[in-house]
């Protein structure tokens, strides 16, 4: 239900800051003074230490910190790599033993912390471009997760995706890197607010693309920034509704460590509404129709409705992947018309994610596949399905 306090209440940047920081501490999350690397480090230890009940000698977290979150050789690619798909590190203790440190867990969202922080510094001193001061940070377990840029009313928002654009280019790097951990961007001048994935190129790349690709897309345009709406596709524009939605604590969690995919091209993706939605419900009639036993019947299924061009693939690969992690099914199967699709939604799949889906030739292999317990995704065609349950009645 809509709040009936809308943002245009706020005029300045400022207020309409201070109010952001209030609601986001009303809903859990732990608001800190942190305007220095070094005090965020020191949170972020703290963090790491919390979630794994384990406290780290100051040695270990030297190396841990260098080897594994702020390792000189790696970027935006590698710490991308680790939040969505790496985020248990194996740590050497002082003794020479080892132990698991978890980064995010996913599987228990809830473990995770949340903090809020505003007006973080940057300097020409750490080896930024420029002294820079970011807007308000979203902290999960110490790292830098989720970055908003705000402007005031009557600013078009577009002003702050190009403030977070020169950001990348002149400081998010600088210091240790933390800031290259951001997955989401969210922008708002209170009346209109979105949010886009940080899609992991880095700023000297996009100038070599710039002048290959004249007037060509690539994802960090601002096309690619989505409104967020709920499960009826209406539209959450203003500040406040979207503070209490997105950013409640089970939603924005549950996109960071379900809704995202990392693929293969090494392209951060954060799906849009209509998708998680559409995801939402299909892992829900799985369960439910499971729950009650009427797998087979017409209540187990139901259609799904997209237009062309709205991501139906990602949609399908993230649904089998959840699904197949469902601990009551075995087996995802993709049943797809005709070959040339076939071998379209497998190039597709495989680029969310390298070998997740087994595309078959034969009946022979689709026979191999179904007996085989590792191929957890199947794509085939009706056809070969149907000649399948026709020769192997039982």
Known sequence: IPESKRSDSYQSEADLENEFIRMLVEQGYEYLQIHTEAELIANLRKKVEQ???YNFTDTEWERFFHKY?????????????????????????????????????????????????????????????FDNRYDVTILVNGF????????????????????????????FWAGSGLYEYVQIFVISNGTHTKYY??????????EQEKNTNRGKKTSNSFEFASFWADANNKVISDLVDFTKTFLSKHTILNV???????????????????QI??????????????N?????????????????????????????????KLDFVDKVLFVVDRKDLDYQTMKEYDRFQKGAANSNTSTAILKKQLEDDNAKIIITTIQKLDHFIRKNKE
């Open 292 to 324: 009650y036993k009427k797998l087979g019947t017409l209540e187990a299924g139901g259609y799904i409705w997209h237009t062309t061009g709205s991501g139906k693939t990602l949609t399908s690969f993230k649904t089998a992947q959840l699904a197949s």
């Open 277 to 290: 939605a559409a995801t939402e419900k299909i892992l829900n009639r799985i369960e439910i129709a499971t």
């Open 197 to 206: 994935s940080n899609t992991t190129r880095s700023a000297h790349i996009k």
């Open 51 to 53: 979630l794994n009940s």
């Open 144 to 171: 830098p997760l989720i970055h908003v840029e705000l402007k005031r009313r009557g600013v078009a928002i577009r002003e702050a995706f190009n403030q977070i654009n020169r950001y990348q280019r002149d400081s």
């Open 69 to 129: 979150i702020a390792n000189a050789n790696e970027g935006i690619v590698e710490k991308t790599r680790t939040i969505q798909e790496d985020a248990v590190k194996n740590m050497e203790r002082d003794d020479g033993s080892t132990k698991n440190i978890t980064l995010l867990d996913k599987k228990n969202i809830h473990n995770n912390r949340l903090q809020v922080i505003n007006q973080y510094e940057v300097s020409q001193n750490e080896g930024a471009k």
């Open 256 to 274: 960071l460590a379900k809704y995202c995919v990392f693929t293969s091209e090494e392209l951060l993706l954060v799906m849009r509404p209509y």
